[in-house]
């Protein structure tokens, strides 16, 4: 039994490593409520380096050159959507959702925008900070500017 334990613990090692998986600390409260600061966040690394895309709804690790580190963010839009935020509520293609992640926030206001080929929008889940692509030092960011996609949060 002791070296049962041994070779798992060994061999979820190997797994982490192959798998490119980091811990990270959320550095604001850009994500809040679902993410509060201080929280861990475990990122898969490689996962839109191996063909994968980013998806709508998943929240992301990113850095852009003018980053001096990583921040992270949901993906609002993909590559063709149009979107556009109105009493908190975001229209995505035409469809509105009400986000269950985003606290009511009926102030928050954005006109419709299309995402450019190649790029995605992201939002932060507290859309009181702007640290997003509405920011525009950030603005749309490309799909290599993705380093990860969030996994778990504890």
Same mark, same amino acid.
């Given at each position: 039994?002791?070296?049962?334990?041994?070779?798992?613990?060994?061999?979820?090692?190997?797994?982490?490593?192959?798998?490119?998986?980091? =811990? %990270?600390?959320?550095?604001?409260?850009?994500? &809040?409520?679902?993410? @509060?600061?201080g929280?861990?966040?475990?990122?898969?690394?490689?996962?839109?380096?191996?063909?994968?895309?980013? @998806?709508?709804?998943? =929240?992301? &690790?990113?850095?852009?050159? @003018?980053?001096?580190?990583?921040?992270?963010?949901?993906?609002? #839009?993909?590559?063709? +959507?149009?979107?556009?935020?109105n009493?908190?509520?975001?229209t995505?293609?035409?469809?509105? %959702?009400?986000?269950?992640?985003?606290? +009511?926030?009926?102030?928050?206001?954005?006109?419709?925008?299309?995402?450019?080929d #190649?790029? %995605?929008?992201?939002?932060?889940?507290?859309?009181?900070?702007?640290?997003?692509?509405?920011?525009?030092?950030? #603005? &749309?960011?490309?799909? +290599?500017?993705? @380093?990860?996609?969030?996994?778990?949060?504890?």
């Open positions: 039994m002791k070296y049962l334990v041994s070779f798992l613990l060994i061999l979820v090692g190997i797994i982490l490593l192959v798998i490119k998986t980091l =811990v %990270y600390t959320m550095p604001s409260d850009a994500m &809040m409520p679902h993410i @509060k600061s929280s861990h966040l475990v990122v898969i690394s490689s996962e839109y380096s191996n063909g994968f895309l980013p @998806k709508n709804g998943e =929240v992301v &690790m990113y850095q852009t050159y @003018k980053m001096d580190k990583p921040a992270f963010s949901r993906i609002a #839009g993909c590559p063709g +959507d149009t979107l556009s935020l009493g908190g509520l975001l995505l293609n035409g469809n509105t %959702y009400k986000e269950p992640y985003v606290d +009511d926030q009926e102030f928050t206001i954005m006109p419709q925008v299309k995402v450019l #190649g790029r %995605y929008f992201l939002l932060n889940d507290n859309r009181s900070m702007l640290s997003d692509s509405r920011n525009k030092d950030i #603005g &749309m960011i490309r799909k +290599d500017d993705i @380093k990860g996609r969030v996994v778990l949060v504890f």
